[in-house]
């Protein structure tokens, strides 16, 4: 079964600060990792996603990712935060395996993340 | 591209009625569909995963009978919420993916409140 990890729920930046949330993984193969975004009362909006090419991964307004499978880590980060940035943000997992997992993504529990001015 | 339309955004009903939910991939042929739902400060918990013609797939602990899945084309799947109560109410969101693809494309959720 896959599994994924979020440390921090809630995480707070000043404008122009780096940002840094964490996300780790547990997955019997390799998988194809997610960040998604999302906003008050919105669905969710795709950032970035590691398929197995590059391990530094660069997505959207900013934003990046690394895999490291020797941590099953992909946390993401911006160097320079924005007020536009504050959302919250789903770190996301999905099986290359067969059987009944396959297609399915399993989502962490959110970093809800706050820019201050 | 890759635009998935979800109708309506926020709806309230009585308990005891029953409420029906639209997802609609606009540009392209959505081969698999995924409902979720997402209670207040938690994560996206998937419900079910529908392909078109075939019947949805419910994930363990979700009641078929009470959330009816409809992928008649492979451009709309529904999500009917039967003789809803008050613990039903969520916000529901739904993806479709294209097939062979990895990426789910999800829409913009829908609140439900059962009074």
């Known amino acids: 079964a896959q599994s994924v990890t979020q440390l921090g729920s809630h995480v707070s930046v000043s404008e122009g600060a780096l940002v840094l949330l964490r996300c780790n993984y547990s997955?019997?193969?390799?998988?194809?990792l997610f960040w998604y975004v999302q906003y008050p009362n919105q669905g969710l909006q795709l950032l970035l996603k590691?398929?197995?090419?590059?391990?530094l991964v660069k997505g959207i307004n900013g934003f990046e990712a690394e895999f490291k499978k020797s941590e099953t880590s992909f946390h993401l980060t911006k160097p320079s935060a924005h007020m536009s940035d504050a959302a919250e943000y789903f770190c996301a997992v999905r099986s290359r395996a067969g059987g009944t997992s396959y297609g399915k993504l399993t989502f962490g529990q959110g970093t809800i993340l706050t820019v201050h001015p | 591209g890759a635009v998935v339309s979800q109708h309506p955004s926020w709806v309230i009903c009585k308990s005891g009625t029953s409420v029906k939910i639209e997802c609609r991939s606009l540009?392209?042929?959505?081969?698999?569909m995924f409902w979720y739902r997402q209670f207040p400060k938690q994560s996206l918990m998937l419900m079910a995963t529908s392909n078109e013609g075939s019947k949805a797939t419910y994930e363990q602990g979700v009641e078929k009978d009470k959330f009816l899945i409809n992928h008649a084309s492979l451009t709309l799947s529904t999500l009917t919420v039967t003789s809803a109560h008050p613990e039903d109410s969520s916000f529901y969101i739904c993806?479709?993916?294209?097939?062979?693809?990895?990426?789910?494309?999800f829409g913009a959720g829908t609140r439900l409140s059962v009074l």
């Open positions: 993806s479709a993916s294209i097939g062979g693809t990895n990426i789910q494309y």
């Open positions: 540009d392209f042929q959505a081969t698999t």
């Open positions: 590691y398929t197995s090419a590059a391990t």
């Open positions: 997955s019997s193969v390799p998988p194809y």
